[in-house]
C-alpha cells in the first residue's frame, strides 16, 4: 500500500481546469496556514497549489483497495506449501509431475538430444506465426490421430499450437462461447480442478455428468450415461482422452462405444482433453484410440493436447488444439477464429518447445528414443503403484479392500481420503496432496511406499474416530468445520463403535 507521499511539484496549470474542478480549501503546513486549491481530478490525489507551488498528497487508500486476497491454486498451491516445509520425510504428491526415484525432476535424454540438435543447427528466435509451428501442428495432429488418418488427408482438422494443454483448452472454451451462445459443456464429477476455472473464465455455462462411484471405486457408468442423455441436445462433452484426473479411472473400449452411441444420439459435441498420451499405458497409440473412435464414426470432435508430462515440457507450454469438421472449408474458418482469439490473448505461441516436438516426432531414431522413455516412465509408476498396494495391504490389519489402486491407471491415485484426512496426512506425516485425495504417484519412490503407506492407514482409520470421539480435544470451531465438510461431500456410516467415511462424489 502507498504511504502518504507529500511532493512539491511545479505549478500546476490551474487556470486550465474547470471552475467546477476546483475546490478552496486550507493547507496546514507546520504551524503556518496556507490557502491552496483542490483540484478534484482524482479522489485519491489530493494536489494542492500555493502560488507557483503545487503540492501531490497521496492518500492511504490504495486504488486496489477492493481487491481481496485469491486463495492459493488447489493444485500448484500445494508445492509452494511443500517448499515452505523443512521436515526430512515430506513428499510431494500434489502436482502431477514426473520424478525420479531420487524424486529429482526428469528431463527426458531424447529431450536433451533434441535441444542439442538445435543448438548447433542454430535456432533464430522470430515471432512464429499465430497458429504455431507449421512442422509441430502436422505431427502433432498425426500423433493424436493417427498419420494415415483420413481426417487429416482432407485437412478436415483444424490445428493451432496453444499454450500447452492450459492453453488449448482456454482458446476452445472461448471459441465455443463466441460461435454456441449459450451451450453448455459437461465436464465429469469430479474433474481436474482446472477444467472449472477455464470455463468459467470464458464465460461458457458447465454443468456435471455423473463419473465416480464411491461405493464401488469405479465408474459410476449408468449415472455419466443417463446425465449425458439428459443434457440439452448440442451440448459439448468433455472427456478425458485416458488416465482421467483424479480418479485415473477409464471407461473400457466397450464403455467408450456407448458413451459415443449417446453423444452421436443426442447431437452432442465430443471435447477431448487428452494430457497424458503415452502415460496411462506407455503407449501413444493405445492411449489416443478414444479419440480416434469417435473420429472413425465421423463425429466432430475437439481435442485438446499437452507435450507437459509426456515429453516432461512442462515449463515450455507445449500443447495445441484440434477441432475435426465435417469438411476443409469449415476446418479453414474454424482454425482462422482460433487464430483470431488467439492474438489478442498471447499473439503466438513460444518456438523451442515446438521445435523440439517436432524434431522428435519427425526423426524415427528419436521418435523410437521417445517411446522407450515413455515406456520406462509409465513403467516406474506401475511399480509404484504395485508397491504402495503390496504395503498398504500388508501392514493394514483390517481387512479393506485396497485393489482400487492397481485398478487406477495414470499418473494419479485417487484414494478416497476426505478433507479432514488429507489435512492428517500433511499436518501429522507432511505428505502434500490435494484435498481431494488425489496422490500424484508420480512423485512418490519405491523407497517411500512403506512410509506413504503407514500416512493413509493411520489417516484412514484413525482421523476419523479422532474426530467424532474428539479424543484430542479439538477445538470446537475445527469440529464444526469438518463436520459440515462431511455433511456437503461424504456419507457417514455408524455401523457398531466405528465410524466410515465413505467418499461421495
Ligand atoms: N488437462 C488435464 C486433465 C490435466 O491434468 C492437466 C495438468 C492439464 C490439462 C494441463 O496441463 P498443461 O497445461 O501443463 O499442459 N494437470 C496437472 C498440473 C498435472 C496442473 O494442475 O496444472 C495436475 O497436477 O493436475
Known amino acids: 500500500m502507498a504511504s502518504s507521499v507529500l511532493s512539491l511539484a511545479s505549478a500546476t496549470p490551474s487556470a486550465s481546469l474547470s471552475s467546477h474542478e476546483i475546490e478552496k480549501g486550507k493547507l496546514n503546513l507546520g504551524n503556518s496556514s496556507l490557502c491552496f486549491k483542490k483540484e478534484k481530478t482524482n479522489p485519491f490525489m489530493k494536489t494542492k497549489s500555493v502560488g507557483r507551488i503545487s503540492m501531490a498528497v ?10 481481496t486476497m485469491a486463495p492459493p491454486d488447489p493444485i500448484l ?26 524424486l529429482q525432476p526428469y528431463v527426458l535424454d531424447v529431450v536433451k538430444k533434441a535441444d542439442k540438435l538445435l543448438l548447433e543447427k542454430g535456432e533464430n528466435r522470430e515471432y512464429l506465426p499465430i497458429e504455431g509451428l507449421a512442422a509441430f501442428n502436422k505431427v502433432t495432429a498425426e500423433l493424436l490421430f493417427g498419420a494415415d488418418n483420413p481426417v ?22 472461448a471459441l465455443i462461447e463466441r460461435y454456441f451462445s449459450g451451450a453448455k459443456v459437461l465436464i465429469s464429477s469430479p474433474t481436474w480442478g482446472n477444467h472449472k476455472n477455464i470455463f468459467n473464465d470464458a464465460r461458457v455455462p458447465w454443468s456435471e455428468y455423473r463419473y465416480y462411484d464411491p461405493k464401488t471405486v469405479g465408474l459410476d457408468f449408468e449415472g455419466m450415461i443417463a446425465d449425458i442423455k439428459a443434457a440439452p441436445e448440442g451440448s459439448f462433452i468433455l472427456l478425458h482422452g485416458c488416465a482421467h484426473n483424479p480418479t485415473g479411472i477409464d471407461p473400457t473400449p466397450e464403455q467408450w462405444e456407448t458413451i459415443a452411441d449417446v453423444i452421436q444420439e443426442k447431437n452432442h459435441i465430443p471435447f477431448f482433453d487428452i494430457a497424458y498420451q503415452g502415460f496411462a499405458s506407455g503407449s501413444l497409440d493405445a492411449d489416443a484410440s478414444s479419440v480416434r473412435m469417435f473420429v472413425a464414426r465421423g463425429m466432430e470432435v475437439i481435442a485438446a493436447q499437452s507435450y507437459s508430462k509426456n515429453l516432461g515440457l512442462y515449463a515450455e507450454r507445449i500443447g495445441a488444439i484440434n477441432v475435426v469438421c465435417s469438411s476443409s472449408d469449415a476446418a479453414a474458418r474454424v482454425k482462422s477464429q482460433l487464430k483470431r482469439i488467439a492474438r489478442p490473448m498471447y499473439s503466438n505461441p513460444p518456438v523451442h518447445g515446438a521445435r523440439i516436438v517436432a524434431s522428435i516426432v519427425g526423426d524415427a531414431t528419436l521418435f523410437k528414443e521417445w517411446n522407450a522413455e515413455m515406456e520406462m516412465m509409465a513403467g516406474r509408476i506401475m511399480n509404484v503403484r504395485q508397491k504402495l498396494f503390496d504395503s498398504l495391504s500388508s501392514k493394514d490389519k483390517s481387512g479393506k479392500d485396497w485393489s482400487f489402486v492397481l485398478k487406477q491407471i495414470g499418473m494419479f491415485s485417487f484414494t478416497g481420503l476426505n478433507k479432514a484426512q488429507c489435512d492428517n496426512m500433511t499436518n501429522k506425516w507432511h505428505v502434500y496432496m490435494t484435498k481431494d485425495g488425489r496422490i500424484s504417484l508420480a512423485g512418490l519412490s519405491l523407497a517411500k511406499c512403506e512410509y506413504l503407506a503407514d500416512a493413509i492407514i493411520d489417516s484412514y482409520h484413525n482421523f476419523p474416530l479422532m474426530v467424532a470421539s474428539n479424543k484430542d480435544h479439538m477445538p470446537l470451531l475445527f469440529l464444526i468445520e469438518n463436520a459440515l465438510h462431511s455433511l456437503t461431500t461424504h456419507l457417514c456410516l455408524a455401523t457398531d463403535a466405528q465410524v466410515y467415511w465413505l467418499w461421495e462424489s
Open 58 to 67: 497521496a492518500s492511504n487508500v490504495s486504488r486496489f483497495e477492493a481487491i
Open 77 to 102: 498451491g500445494v508445492s509452494e506449501a511443500f517448499k515452505a516445509d523443512n521436515h526430512e520425510l515430506k513428499l510431494n504428491l500434489g502436482v502431477g509431475a514426473y520424478r525420479t526415484e531420487e
Open 152 to 173: 487429416i488427408k482432407q485437412q478436415r482438422v483444424a490445428t493451432v499450437q496453444g499454450l500447452s494443454g492450459t492453453g488449448s483448452l482456454r482458446l476452445a472454451a
